[in-house]
C-alpha cells in the first residue's frame, strides 16, 4: 500500500532557528513530490521535486529529494513566526494501467514559531 | 491563476441527509480530486477524475459517491450523511500527470 509519512508531526522553535522537516515515501509508479504549506485554508504550492539530488530553493525555504532512499526535507532558515504553519508533504504517482495521476499526502509537520 | 472554488465554506447538515458538495475550476484542468482532511490523519483521497464522466476510487471512498458531467464541476455526495464524515473536505485539480494541484479553500462539514 503506499504511503507517505513526515517526521516529526509537531516542532517548536524560538524565531531564527532552522529547522529540517522530513518525508519519507512508499509507492510505485513515483512522478513527483510536492511540499505545501497550510495555515488557515487551503494548501498553498511550495515546491515540486522530480529529480534527486536538485536543490528548489525560493526564499528561506529549500527542499531536496532523494529518490533512491524515498525521501524529502523541507529546510526553512531564520525562522519567522509567519512561517508557523502546517507543511505536507504528498507524492504524485500515476494510476496503473491509466494515464491518471493521483496525490498521497502525509500527516502533515505542525511547525509552532514563537518569538 | 487557477482558480478551484467549492461552493459552501460551512455546512451543518443532519445525519442520514443526502450532501452535496460542488467543486468548479476554471483552467480546463483534466484531474479532480476530493479528498478529507481530519487532525493527525492528514490528507485522504476520497475519489478523483481524469475525465469528465470518468471517476476513479481513492482510498476512503466509501460513503461517498462523484458526479463529473462537465469537465469543470466535480461533485462530491454523501448518499446518508453520518457523523464521522464530520470533517474539512478539499477539492484540487491539476491539468496533467506529475504537476502541482491547485485547492479550493475547503469546506468545513458538520454532520449531527
Known amino acids: 500500500e503506499d504511503k507517505v509519512v513526515q517526521s516529526p508531526l509537531s516542532l517548536v522553535v524560538h524565531e531564527g532557528d532552522t529547522v529540517t522537516l522530513n518525508c519519507s515515501y512508499e509507492v510505485t509508479n513515483f512522478r513527483s513530490l510536492l511540499w505545501y504549506k497550510q495555515e488557515k485554508k487551503a494548501p498553498t504550492f511550495l515546491f515540486m521535486l522530480?529529480?534527486?539530488?536538485i536543490e528548489k530553493k525560493s526564499g528561506r525555504l529549500s527542499s531536496i529529494l532523494d529518490k533512491k532512499e524515498l525521501f524529502s526535507i523541507l529546510n526553512i532558515t531564520a525562522t519567522q513566526t509567519g512561517d508557523s504553519a502546517i507543511y505536507l508533504c504528498?507524492?504524485?504517482?500515476?494510476?496503473?494501467?491509466?494515464?491518471?495521476?493521483?496525490?498521497?499526502f502525509g500527516s502533515g509537520t505542525r511547525l509552532s514559531i514563537r518569538p | 491563476d487557477v482558480k478551484v472554488t467549492q461552493s459552501s465554506r460551512y455546512l451543518v447538515k443532519r445525519t442520514g441527509e443526502k450532501v452535496f458538495l460542488e467543486c468548479v475550476q476554471d483552467?480546463?484542468?483534466?484531474?479532480m480530486f476530493w479528498y478529507r482532511q481530519d487532525p493527525g490523519l492528514g490528507l485522504r483521497l476520497i475519489y478523483f477524475?481524469?475525465?469528465?464522466?470518468?471517476?476513479e476510487k481513492g482510498d476512503i471512498p466509501e460513503g461517498y459517491s462523484v458526479s463529473r458531467e462537465k469537465k469543470e464541476r466535480f461533485s462530491l455526495i454523501l448518499e446518508s450523511a453520518s457523523t464521522n464524515q464530520t470533517s474539512m473536505y478539499l477539492c484540487?485539480?491539476?491539468?496533467?500527470?506529475?504537476?502541482?494541484?491547485?485547492f479550493g479553500s475547503g469546506t468545513r462539514l458538520t454532520v449531527v
Open positions: 484540487a485539480s491539476s491539468p496533467y500527470l506529475g504537476q502541482g494541484y491547485t
Open positions: 477524475s481524469y475525465d469528465v464522466k470518468m471517476k
Open positions: 522530480t529529480s534527486s539530488g
Open positions: 504528498a507524492v504524485v504517482s500515476r494510476v496503473e494501467y491509466s494515464s491518471a495521476s493521483k496525490i498521497i
Open positions: 483552467m480546463d484542468h483534466e484531474n
